[in-house]
């Protein structure tokens, strides 16, 4: 009952062209039925996210793991609540990032959770910058 | 299923089948000379009644998988055309949806039944772990079954409780892979579901008959808790039994058919007529409300973990129940304590139901919080404890005795359940609503009530105000120009439909050249889309695709908070959707109230939702023509479009009254025959 062969086919990585989004822009992508958010982050963004002690945070992590270094404005996430599987609103919540609707919880522009019941950050999926515009995703 | 019989058919042929298989013995002396006790009050024929919700399921869901597609594309409008144009096709779908709901209430009450009454103690441990097992099978079965439609709720009710199994450390991702059949909740998932979906009636039937094996084996608990000791403590169970099931049966169908046929979509969620979407998550992700009392437990946990543990142990204690109460005394009937708790134990699980349906903040978790503690002292503190401490009043020496003596009514318990009950909900409903959202006026509408029907020169308008306005931006996919000549519908003649049908170009092809082209719509073609596709739609219109219409009467709802929805029940209120749809179409306001800004490209409305609507107001007055003098008003036209919008939500909203009256007044005539049958029956057994 596992995944049948079309559906691994279809959840081959993909390429996505980053030169349409303006800073402070987000776009959602899909990739294996998820949702990928792709935020240009202002560089108030990224200074709130690196502000913050690492070890006060639910699910530490710093800001510098979770996006590649040279291309500190690009933040990709897999925008599912890692609380139970809802698809959290970009740019809501007290701490410039993501809300879930579901159950509350709040992630910061980082993506990591801040305050509600999931227990962990939005997931990182795997991804590279194939040129400065272009990433791919899987 | 009680041993060898010794019953002989008399025809020759039955005989030579029964030396071979003796099965007419074995119904014989399971069905009808099994001997019942004599004081089974009413709470008793729930276990008949569940027999027969079973069978009606099972029934009614095979018809119904002939004419379901389980393909995430498909499986939405499947189950819409199958409303649509198949005979009886809403009373089928009907049927089983309510029949869910009408299932999971009778096996709530038969269990409480058996906790109230001690059913579960020795020598019936078995007996009642087969029920909890059954239970189980039909949890998993219900949540299944409700994914089939792939409306919002199915899809993001599935992503929710299979990310449950999430929880599970090490092997819960595989797990969670292996129910989905993908990376995420698609058609995979829906495919398994069906065809598990499909499967598990099957076994719990089968699990049933171990159930009633297990049953008339130990012989039937009773509600004085003493074993029948001779024959004066029984009833053959033919016709006593079956006559007083049947009469119990017909009693219930009375509530099932009032949910078939004047409130189908009560229990229901309104979201669920909104096709899946897996980019957009509904606001307020509800489960049925048989699950909600679980839900509420595993939302008042903050760990995950923790909550996934509690949701399903709260389930599972219930297998050891007959060793957490070891209380002699069986029925709480001669149990002073045990059955005050037991009623507060009820109020408990009411209300945890209720806070399952709240939004998870504030004193609603709070509240949450401390009922999840309730609910489990109830099994590990109270029960183990009262059987210490408590003294039971003695119970009489046999059946015969009891019924002698019968006196006492459990008034005094069910008023502390009351008080109970009545104090947690002021407790929880402190909170009033701070925010207060202006909710749209009730309006009077020709469809409403019991013999409601529609307006034909209200729906002929209406349908010209889509056509001339709406239909600019919304499609209506589900209504084919045939429809318009349906009986119950706008009232026109076959030639009328065919008429204005021919008014429109259809897409048709590829002919023979491979080539598309356009030719005159026909009475068998359905409206056509503004639009090619979502996409050009969205892109149109400002980034957002405007809703088909067909559905949305039943689509859009609001909340009409506690009491209100009980007395709707009684008065047969189903008019939100309509109530809604008409004031956003009269909801526009030129300018924002004093410090409300909307976005750019938004429109405020006052009923809507946070306000700010994509769609300018579509409606002003004089706009539209009428032929009939009615007036050319915005109410008027929005009151028409609501009117036809509601018909192209429920085509068949006409006939399901109309059935319902007849099947209301044979059921009742029925009701009355099986209670005075009965009555003759028992005459002398009381």
């Known amino acids: ?138 | 299923m009680s041993g060898p019989s010794d019953y002989q058919p008399s025809n020759p042929a039955l005989q030579w089948i029964e030396r071979r298989l003796p099965i007419m013995g074995l119904v014989h002396s399971s069905f009808v000379v099994y001997p019942t006790p004599r004081n089974l009050n009413y709470w008793w024929t729930f276990g008949a009644i569940l027999s027969f919700m079973l069978g009606m399921q099972i029934l009614t869901g095979v018809i119904l998988a002939m004419h379901y597609t389980p393909h995430a594309d498909l499986a939405f409008k499947s189950v819409e055309l199958l409303v649509r144009d198949v005979n009886y096709g809403w009373l089928l779908r009907n049927m089983h949806a309510c029949g869910a709901s009408m299932f999971f209430f009778a096996v709530y009450v038969h269990m409480l039944r058996g906790l109230y009454y001690g059913s579960y103690k020795e020598p019936r441990e078995v007996l009642w772990i087969l029920g909890v097992i059954i239970y189980l099978l039909m949890m998993a079965t219900g949540f299944m079954g409700y994914v089939l439609p792939w409306g919002q709720m199915s899809f993001w009710g599935a992503t929710v409780i299979t990310n449950l199994f999430s929880a599970i450390p090490y092997v819960g991702e595989s797990i969670v892979t292996l129910l989905w059949g993908g990376y995420s909740v698609g058609n995979p998932t829906l495919n398994r579901f069906f065809s598990l979906h499909y499967l598990l009636p099957f076994l719990i039937a089968g699990v049933v008959v171990l159930h009633v094996w297990a049953l008339h084996v130990a012989g039937q608990n009773n509600p004085d808790g003493v074993e029948p000791k001779s024959e004066k403590d029984t009833v053959p169970f033919t016709p006593h039994a079956t006559i007083k099931d049947g009469f119990g049966v017909a009693c219930f169908l009375l509530l099932y058919a009032w949910f078939i046929f004047y409130m189908p979509n009560y229990l229901g969620d309104a979201d669920n007529y909104i096709p899946a979407n897996p980019g957009v998550t509904p606001p307020h992700i509800v489960p049925e409300w048989y699950y909600l009392p679980f839900y509420a437990i595993l939302r008042s946990i903050p760990n995950k973990l923790a909550g996934v543990i509690g949701m399903f142990s709260a389930i599972i204690i219930l297998c050891f129940l007959p060793w957490l109460d070891a209380a002699k005394t069986r029925s709480s009937k001669y149990r002073p304590l045990a059955k005050q708790f037991f009623w507060i134990f009820v109020a408990v699980c009411i209300l945890l139901g209720y806070l399952g349906a709240q939004p998870p903040e504030g004193i609603y978790v709070i509240a949450g919080r401390v009922l999840t503690v309730c609910y489990f002292a109830y099994f590990l503190i109270v029960l183990p404890l009262l059987s210490r401490i408590e003294k039971p009043r003695p119970v009489p020496n046999s059946i015969s005795e009891a019924i002698l003596a019968k006196s006492g009514k459990a008034v005094a318990s069910i008023a502390v359940a009351l008080v109970a009950a009545g104090a947690l909900f002021v407790g929880t409903l402190q909170d009033a609503r701070a925010e207060g959202d202006l909710k749209p006026p009730s309006n009077k509408w020709s469809f409403s009530g019991p013999f409601g029907k529609f307006d034909r020169g209200s729906l002929q308008r209406g349908l010209k105000v889509y056509k001339e306005v709406c239909s600019n931006c919304h499609s209506l996919n589900y209504i084919a120009f045939r429809n318009l000549a349906d009986a119950g519908g706008p009232g026109y003649s076959v030639a009328q439909a065919a008429a204005f049908a021919a008014d429109y170009k259809i897409k048709d092809g590829p002919n023979d050249a491979g080539d598309m082209f356009e030719r005159p719509g026909r009475t068998a073609d359905y409206f056509p889309s503004p639009f090619a596709n979502e996409q050009a739609a969205a892109a149109a219109n400002g980034g957002k695709a405007p809703p088909d219409l067909s559905l949305i009467t039943k689509a859009r709802s609001y909340e009409r908070g506690f009491p209100q929805f009980i007395f709707d029940f009684f008065t047969q209120f189903q008019e939100q959707g309509p109530n809604y749809v008409d004031a956003i179409l009269q909801g526009f306001e030129e300018k924002p109230p004093e410090g409300v800004t909307v976005p750019e490209g938004t429109y405020y409305n006052k009923y809507f939702p946070g306000h700010a609507i994509k769609m300018p107001k579509p409606l002003s007055d004089g706009q539209v023509t009428y032929d009939d003098g009615s007036p050319a008003t915005v109410a008027q036209y929005a009151h028409d479009v609501t009117t036809f919008l509601m018909w192209t939500a429920e085509p068949h909203m006409e006939a399901r009254k109309r059935l319902g009256f007849q099947v209301f007044i044979f059921l009742i005539i029925f009701a009355f025959l099986m209670y005075f049958t009965k009555k003759k029956v028992w005459a002398d057994s009381h």
């Open chain 1, 1 to 138: 009952m596992n995944p049948d062969a079309s559906t691994i086919a279809a959840g081959a990585p993909i390429e996505v062209d980053l030169s349409p989004v303006a800073e402070g822009q987000d776009i959602k992508v899909f990739w294996r039925g998820k949702p990928i958010y792709i935020s240009h982050r202002t560089k108030k963004q990224i200074d709130e996210a690196r502000a913050v002690p690492v070890a006060s945070l639910p699910d530490p992590q710093s800001d510098e793991a979770r996006v590649k270094s040279g291309h500190d404005q690009w933040l990709v996430v897999i925008g599912i609540c890692t609380h139970l599987g809802c698809i959290p609103i970009a740019h809501e919540g007290n701490y410039d990032g993501f809300f879930c609707p579901c159950h509350g919880s709040q992630y910061d522009s980082s993506g990591r959770i801040r305050q509600g019941p999931a227990p962990a950050n939005l997931a990182v999926p795997p991804y590279t910058f194939v040129s400065d515009t272009k990433i791919q995703i899987g």
